[in-house]
């Protein structure tokens, strides 16, 4: 029985997975979870999430939450490309540049944050996408300046990606982020480095493939 990933296409944190599972080589089935039209809180769906949110990866019988601890095990569980470095200051590295994204923005501009801003506290769209774009905006500061510390420089000569010339989950968290920023109208092309880092992982087939656009609902943004 394949996997079956449940996702939307406009969720940063499914698309950090479904690159996980293309770069794993493990073939999923996909289940879509509109999250603007609230089919997370269906019961049918809460019974794989109480969350309310996705990705959840659904093995056999066993149904995995949260982004990070999916692609943790997903490295641990199956052999292919490590997601995760061996040594453990390069794991402490991927796992900080990750949660800059996963832990401190990607959190708050999420669909039930922006239904609460809008419903509870009355901000109109413009104040909504402003909000959000601050939050995605102060990440991709950060990310760039983490860049140009000491640790992470040596890995810049070695090769195209956040740590060097492997892939890690770091570059999982940072090409969704990106993106996720120009949705908002952040202009990106300032951070010159992390720019870089998602045209070399464009190039490869596995991140190309998670792409939304490739996702079933997909709707351009504007």
């Given at each position: 029985?394949?996997?079956?990933?449940?996702?939307?296409?406009?969720?940063?944190?499914?698309?950090?997975?479904?690159?996980?599972?293309?770069?794993?080589?493990?073939?999923?089935?996909?289940?879509?979870?509109?999250?603007?039209?609230?089919?997370?809180?269906?019961?049918?769906?809460?019974?794989?999430?109480?969350?309310?949110?996705?990705?959840?990866?659904?093995?056999?019988?066993?149904?995995?939450?949260?982004?990070?601890?999916?692609?943790?095990?997903?490295?641990?569980?199956?052999?292919?490309?490590?997601?995760?470095?061996?040594?453990?200051?390069?794991?402490?590295?991927?796992?900080?540049?990750?949660?800059?994204?996963?832990?401190?923005?990607?959190?708050?501009?999420?669909?039930?944050?922006?239904?609460?801003?809008?419903?509870?506290?009355?901000?109109?769209?413009?104040?909504?996408?402003?909000?959000?774009?601050y939050f995605m905006r102060r990440g991709c500061e950060a990310m760039e300046k983490l860049l140009s510390h000491d640790e992470y420089l040596s890995y810049q000569k070695t090769g195209p990606y956040v740590l060097g010339g492997t892939i890690s989950m770091a570059d999982l968290c940072l090409i969704p982020h990106i993106q996720g920023a120009r949705?908002?109208?952040?202009?990106?092309?300032?951070?010159?480095?992390?720019?870089?880092?998602?045209?070399?992982?464009?190039?490869?087939?596995?991140?190309?493939?998670?792409?939304?656009?490739?996702?079933?609902?997909?709707?351009?943004?504007?």
């Open positions: 029985m394949k996997p079956v990933l449940f996702s939307f296409w406009r969720s940063l944190a499914a698309w950090r997975v479904r690159i996980a599972l293309n770069l794993k080589k493990i073939d999923y089935d996909l289940s879509v979870v509109n999250l603007l039209e609230g089919e997370q809180f269906k019961d049918s769906f809460t019974n794989h999430n109480p969350e309310h949110s996705v990705p959840v990866l659904q093995l056999d019988s066993d149904s995995f939450a949260q982004s990070l601890a999916i692609i943790e095990y997903l490295d641990e569980r199956y052999d292919g490309k490590p997601l995760l470095p061996s040594d453990s200051m390069d794991r402490y590295l991927c796992r900080r540049f990750s949660l800059i994204s996963a832990a401190d923005s990607h959190p708050v501009i999420v669909p039930r944050v922006r239904r609460l801003l809008a419903g509870e506290y009355g901000f109109n769209e413009s104040q909504v996408t402003d909000f959000c774009a949705n908002f109208g952040v202009d990106v092309s300032v951070y010159e480095r992390l720019i870089s880092i998602e045209t070399a992982l464009c190039e490869l087939g596995e991140v190309e493939q998670a792409h939304p656009k490739y996702h079933p609902g997909f709707v351009k943004p504007q």
